[in-house]
C-alpha cells in the first residue's frame, strides 16, 4: 500500500530529476578545479535546502571537504559521499554527451549519475522526505561529501583531522550501492583498498633503427620483462611479502560468499568472455572476488603503434599498475615491497612512482547499521537483500572508519549494466526512487534497531 513516504517521492520526481541533471551537467573531472568549486557549492546549498547545517573544509591543494549535519537521536550516521567523477573520455564512445544528462527508455544517462552523484542527491533528498513527512530525523547525519575520491582521497584524512570530532559516530552509509540482474538490492559491507603506481624505463639516450636490436636494449622488452616478474598465470602477485597482512576469511564469511547468487553466464555475456581469467571456476571467482589482492596493469605506452610500419627501438616505455588491497594490505608497504622486488631482479632502471594509496576496510556484519539497511531495502525493492562483504572498487571508508571499527554499508540503485568509470554510464529512475525510499526508511529504522 503507497503511503505518505511514497506520495511525497512521487509528487517530487520532476523537481528531484531536475535537480540529477544540473547536478550530472558540471563537469567535476580532478583536473577541473572550477568545476569541482561548483559542484562542493552545490552540494553545499542542497544540503541547506534539505534544512542541514552545511559548511566546508579547505586545505591547500585539495577540492573542498562538504559537511552537513542534521537531526537528534542517540545515533550518528556518517555518510561518507564524493561529488568529483572519473574523466568521460574517449567521448567518442558516448551515445549522447557525458555532461548533458539525456533520458532514453526510463534511464538517465550521464558521467557521475552512477558514481556518485545520483546516490549523494538521493541521500540528502532522503532527508528533504522525511522530515516533510514525519517531521525532525530520529539520528544524528553527518555527510562528509569530498571531491578528491576517484583520484584516490589523499587530502581526507588532513581534512578530517581539522576535526577530529567529524568521525565520531555509530555507523557509515557508504557512496553507492546497486541491485543485480534479478532486482535484488546488494548491500556493500566494505571494498578494496588501492595502491597505484606508475612505472618508467629508459634503455637508450633516443629512439634508435631497429637494425641495431643485436645490441640496442629495448625499453618496451625491458618494461616487459619486469612486469613478467610481478605475477603468474594464475593470478598470483610473486612480489616477496605481498600476502603477509591479508586478513584470512572466515569459515563463515566463505560460506556466506559461496552462497550468493552469482550469474556467472550473465558475465560472461555482458563481456562476451570465453572464460574467466586465471583460468577460475564460478565458485574461485566468487571467493577470490571478495577476499583477494590484485595487480592490474592499465596501460603500456611505448614505441610506435600508428598505422602501417615504422621499425623502432622505443627508448622509453612505461604503464600504470592499480593494485587492489585487501584488509589488512597497507598501500605504503605494498610500495615498498614493489620497490625491493624490481631491485632485487635486477630492475634497478625501472623507476616506480607512487600516484595513489587508500586502505582498504571491511566492517562488521553483526550490527544494527547492516539489519536496518537490510530491511530497509527488502521493504523497498520487494526482493530479497543480499550482504556482499566488500566491493571490487575502493572507498575510502579507512579513513572515516578505523577509529571506532564502524559497521559501514551501502544502499543505493546502481545495476549491472550502470557503466560506472565507463562511457554510457546511466541509473533506471525506478530504481532510483526505490533507493530513495529505502534510505528514507533506513534513517527511521537505524533510531531504533537493535
Ligand atoms: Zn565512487
Redesign the pocket.
Known sequence: MPDALDAYIAEHQGRWTAELRELCAIPSEATDARALQRAADWCEQRLRAAGCGARQITVDGAPPLVVGETGAGARTLICVQ?YDVQPAVPLDLWTSPPYDPTLRDGALYARGVD??KGHLLLRIQAVEAYRAVYGELPIRMRFLIEGE??SGSAHLGAMLATDPTLTDGDGALK??GSVDSQGRPQLLLGGKGIFYVELRVRTLARDAHSGGATYLPNAAWRLVNALATLMDERGRVLIDGFYDDVRTPTAEERAHVAALPFDADEVRRIYALRAFAFRREDMDVRIASQFEPTCNIDGIVSGFTGEGTKTVIPAVASCKIDFRLVPDQDPARIATLLRAHLDRHGFDDVESVYKEGTRPYRGRWDDPLVRAAKAAAEEAFGREAHLVPTSG?T?PMWAVCHKRSLANVTLGMGHPGSG?HAPNENIVLANYWNAVRATARLYSLYATQE
Do not use: I
Open positions: 564524493h558514481d556518485n575520491e576517484e557512496e553507492g572498487g572507498s560506472a
